[in-house]
């Protein structure tokens, strides 16, 4: 496995930590005691959650069998936008519930799950942009020689 390889796979720690909170958030709501006046918010909830968990399993894949270093990390880019778009989507429908026993649960974890992607989540990008722009200089160097 080479430098890229390692590069453009997310930490397996925070994968886990992602997905956890992502369970408890499918958990409240599927299971759990959570209110809106808007009739429809928690099933548009419920598939943005789902639509949030797809993303993360993206995020998550392996990039192995794309040949290309650089398409990996163009790869590994798309999927946390992917990843933060559908986020939005999911805050967007949470501010649509008002009520329920798992509100504060369910808030907590969607601000938990938020601060990952925001804080150790956005290293990784940082980390896969630099390495995708030095490619992008290399090559552009070995066209001009």
Do not use: Y
Not at 24 to 38: F, P, Q, R, T
Not at 43 to 64: I, P, W
Request: with cysteine; charged share 30%; glycine share 4%.
């Amino acid at each position: 496995m080479d430098d890229i390889d390692r590069l453009s796979e997310p930490d397996a720690q925070l994968i886990l930590r992602l997905r956890a909170h992502w369970l408890n958030l499918m958990d409240c709501a599927v299971w759990g005691d959570i209110k809106s006046e808007k009739l429809g918010a928690v099933s548009k909830l419920r598939k943005r959650l789902l639509e949030l968990g797809e993303r993360l399993r993206s995020v998550a894949a392996d990039r192995t069998w794309i040949p290309k270093p650089r398409e990996r990390l163009k790869n590994a880019l798309g999927s946390c936008l992917n990843l933060r778009e559908t986020l939005v989507l999911v805050e967007r429908a949470a501010q649509e519930l008002v009520g329920g026993n798992d509100l504060p649960a369910f808030s907590g974890e969607l601000i938990a799950f938020h601060r990952l992607v925001l804080t150790e989540l956005q290293a990784h990008e940082t980390a896969w942009a630099a390495a995708l722009e030095n490619i992008n200089k290399e090559a552009l160097a070995d066209d001009r020689e």
